[in-house]
């Protein structure tokens, strides 16, 4: 009788490892792209902060930047974990590392999963916090209207 093929054997061929890396290559270019993103909003935030705390609700401001910090503390807890889990599946392909097919896969669909969740809410945040800033630009904006026309 033949040897029947497990999926863990299917899992533990090199080209699956080797896919695996791309999947994390492409991954950490997400993630990249959201740390770019969050630099922005902070800069957006340091800039108007002191106009945002005078013209805006505070509750709301400070859930906002409340989910903003959240965010940006997920995203570099995901650049850890990815970062180590590339250097575990580099270890794996070069022999150097031992493994268990379960957990590797357990691990790149929970990075994937929590990397998916952190932009969903990115935008949601992104646009309170676009919003708020619009709101303090316009009454800078209708304050100088004002004094110009006085």
């Known amino acids: 009788m033949g040897k029947l093929i497990s999926s863990l ?50 509750d709301e401001v400070r859930e906002s930047l409340m989910r903003f910090q959240d965010l940006c503390y997920t995203c570099g807890r995901l650049k850890k974990r990815l970062k180590d889990h590339q250097n575990r599946l580099g270890g794996i392909i070069k022999g150097a590392s031992d493994y268990d097919p379960r957990a590797i896969y357990k691990e790149q669909s929970w990075i994937k999963k929590n990397i998916t969740s952190l932009i969903t809410d990115f935008v949601a945040v992104e646009k ?15 304050n100088r209207n004002v004094l110009y026309q006085a």
């Open 9 to 58: 054997d299917i899992l533990n061929t090199r080209g699956t490892w080797n896919t695996y890396l791309k999947e994390c290559e492409q991954l950490k270019s997400k993630l990249e792209v959201q740390t770019k993103d969050i630099r922005f909003l902070q800069q957006l935030l340091d800039r108007y902060f002191d106009e945002i705390v005078q013209n805006e609700n505070l």
């Open 128 to 142: 309170e916090i676009l919003i708020i800033a619009d709101g303090v630009i316009q009454v800078g904006k209708d």
